[in-house]
């Protein structure tokens, strides 16, 4: 499993569309387009083999990918709830959490070390819900519109193309996420309120209605889909700065060590970026969650512009670490199911000649 994932690492998907995948010498010559007139890739993409468990862009490609979203989000929010929760609670109480270190303190001394597990169970279905539709929606949306905006415009324009896949697939991704969202923040952030999804489920239901699942909708689509955006579109650029501007050498020359650093430093980077884009928003989703009746405006009022940057320290460190986390296991998963890895798509031959 450890040498797939630094094979993985050697072959980062995450650079520059402009680079050529490069294969070892001893490995044999393979075809390296999946599909016939097809060049755009997918979001990992080194070389194809012939070991492939299916074809690019049928229907169980996409289901594969869906499987490596639910492992890699789903595992890595539930690995950082304490953070999470900590840091829900700096954004709708800052007078009684002050800072980060406060916060974890005030927590373990009110409730325990088992208290800073509040919520993992929503949090794992919710963001495994939304890594099968963020990761799986996100290749289906890429494919899907290549082929209507044409092979040349594919190439020209990729870089919009992978930013309208990615919040296409994180508008679905979020109406599967509200729910679970709602009720983790209910119980993380409201003492007393219910000790777990069993108990709050339902206690939502009688007192809101089903409202109460989606009323943070809106706010969650605010926050989310500029972050996906930001994830997606970021991080290829960050590692073709880091290997320009920061390695000081090229990165063939590299070691699959050296190469997964860089591969973990930019996914930090642009966590960083995501964080800073949505966490206005994500401020307003956990204080709109924790209030009965009230509006995403009317929060957003009562809040003030410095209020809404309440936890963006935390915040900043959970999502650069989750960012570059599931970026590894995303294409780790890849590589242990077989799934498909496309090149990075090059000029179309109709481009070439007509550059000529």
């Known amino acids: 499993m450890f040498s797939s994932f630094f094979e993985t690492a050697r072959?980062?998907?995450?650079?520059?569309?402009?680079?050529?995948?490069?294969?070892?010498?001893?490995?044999?010559?393979?075809?390296?387009?999946?599909?016939?007139?097809?060049?755009?890739?997918?979001?990992?993409?080194?070389?194809?083999?012939?070991q492939d468990s299916c074809e690019f862009g049928s229907t169980k490609y996409f289901a594969l990918c869906g499987i490596g979203g639910i492992l890699s989000c789903g595992t890595t929010h539930t690995f950082v709830v304490p953070l999470d929760l900590v840091k829900c609670r700096l954004q709708v109480d800052q007078a009684?959490?002050?800072?980060?270190?406060?916060?974890?303190?005030?927590?373990?001394?009110?409730?325990?070390?088992?208290?800073?597990?509040?919520?993992?169970?929503?949090?794992?279905?919710?963001?495994?819900?939304?890594?099968?539709?963020?990761?799986?929606?996100?290749?289906?949306?890429?494919?899907?519109?290549?082929?209507?905006?044409?092979?040349?415009?594919?190439y020209l324009y990729r870089t919009s193309l992978y930013l309208a896949a990615s919040a296409s697939a994180e508008f679905f991704a979020d109406i599967a996420l509200s729910p679970f969202e709602a009720a983790k923040v209910k119980i993380q952030t409201i003492p007393g309120y219910a000790n777990n999804f069993r108990e709050a489920v339902p206690k939502m239901l009688k007192e809101e209605g089903v409202?109460?699942?989606?009323?943070?909708?809106?706010?969650?689509?605010?926050?989310?889909?500029?972050?996906?955006?930001?994830?997606?579109?970021?991080?290829?650029?960050?590692?073709?700065?880091?290997?320009?501007?920061?390695?000081?050498?090229?990165?063939?020359?590299?070691?699959?060590?050296?190469?997964?650093?860089?591969?973990?430093?930019?996914?930090?980077?642009?966590?960083?970026?995501?964080?800073?884009?949505?966490?206005?928003?994500?401020?307003v989703v956990s204080k709109l969650n924790q209030a009965k009746g009230a509006s995403a405006v009317q929060v957003a009022k009562s809040l003030g512009f410095s209020g809404m940057w309440n936890g963006l320290t935390p915040r900043i460190i959970m999502i650069g670490t989750l960012t570059a986390l599931q970026w590894f296991i995303y294409d780790g998963v890849k590589v242990a199911l077989g799934i498909p890895r496309p090149p990075p798509p090059e000029m179309p031959a109709s481009l070439k000649a007509k550059q000529h």
């Not at 070390?113 to 890594?131: D, E, H, N, V």
């Not at 989606?214 to 972050?227: A, D, E, N, T």
């Open 11 to 50: 072959n980062s998907p995450f650079r520059t569309p402009l680079s050529t995948a490069r294969c070892d010498a001893a490995a044999p010559v393979v075809d390296p387009q999946p599909v016939e007139g097809r060049q755009i890739a997918a979001a990992a993409t080194p070389v194809a083999n012939q």
């Open 96 to 154: 009684k959490y002050k800072n980060l270190v406060h916060g974890f303190k005030v927590t373990v001394a009110e409730e325990g070390a088992r208290g800073l597990a509040k919520g993992w169970f929503p949090t794992l279905l919710g963001y495994s819900a939304q890594g099968l539709c963020k990761f799986g929606l996100y290749e289906l949306f890429k494919v899907k519109y290549a082929d209507i905006i044409g092979e040349e415009n594919a």
């Open 211 to 283: 409202n109460a699942f989606y009323k943070g909708l809106v706010p969650l689509w605010m926050r989310q889909i500029p972050y996906t955006m930001m994830k997606f579109a970021c991080f290829e650029r960050t590692v073709e700065l880091l290997y320009k501007y920061v390695v000081p050498k090229p990165r063939a020359d590299c070691t699959k060590g050296e190469q997964l650093i860089v591969t973990f430093a930019a996914g930090y980077i642009a966590g960083v970026f995501c964080a800073v884009v949505s966490h206005p928003a994500d401020v």
